[in-house]
């Protein structure tokens, strides 16, 4: 799925977002990837609250009440660590899919995951893998060749250019398919 025009709520929405979506998230049906696409929709919020950061480093919840969340989402992977896993996971499945909305999804869970180990204190441990960051730069710097670029609009507003998977993509444009 492709967030358009994100973030597009106030930081008062992506907090109450992140607690209803996890309150959701052990009723959750359909199996792991199920529990881990909930989970990333929950994950949204971190990225979001980031984001809006960025734009308004004052703002009167980017302090403590971040803090605290960024302890809660924690405690919460911490807890859910089997559907993290799977979210992670579900990242190099959109890099195989060589798609302009593979490519957005990876971007996104690189973006999240990078905000969870830089500004949530994620400790890398929780990742699969040690080299999890690394190997997923150079997995996704073989696949940007190969995936057009994204449109402006789909890039969240703010993002720096820090976080280049989403500024790389270099391949042909994708053809469209439509089904009658």
Do not use: K
Not at 140 to 154: F, G, K, S
Request: proline share 6%.
């Amino acid at each position: 799925m492709v967030r358009y025009d994100f973030p597009r709520s106030g930081a008062d929405a992506y907090f109450a977002g992140f607690d209803r979506t996890i309150g959701v998230l052990a009723e959750t049906r359909g199996g792991h990837r199920a529990r881990a696409a909930t989970l990333g929709d929950a994950l949204a919020a971190v990225l979001a609250l980031w984001l809006l950061r960025r734009q308004d480093p004052s703002a009167e919840w980017a302090g403590q009440r971040l803090m605290a969340f960024y302890g809660h989402v924690r405690e919460v992977l911490d807890g859910h660590g089997g559907d993290f896993a799977v979210y992670l996971v579900e990242l190099d499945l959109a890099l195989e899919s060589e798609t302009s909305t593979g490519w957005y999804n990876a971007c996104f869970t690189r973006s999240v995951v990078e905000v969870l180990l830089r500004d949530a204190g994620l400790p890398p441990t929780a990742l699969v893998a040690s080299d999890w960051a690394e190997a997923t730069d150079e997995e996704m710097r073989e696949v940007a060749t190969r995936v057009p670029p994204l449109p402006a609009d789909a890039i969240p507003r703010g993002m720096p250019e820090e976080h280049s998977w989403w500024f790389v993509a270099s391949g042909p444009p994708e053809e469209i398919a439509y089904d009658y």
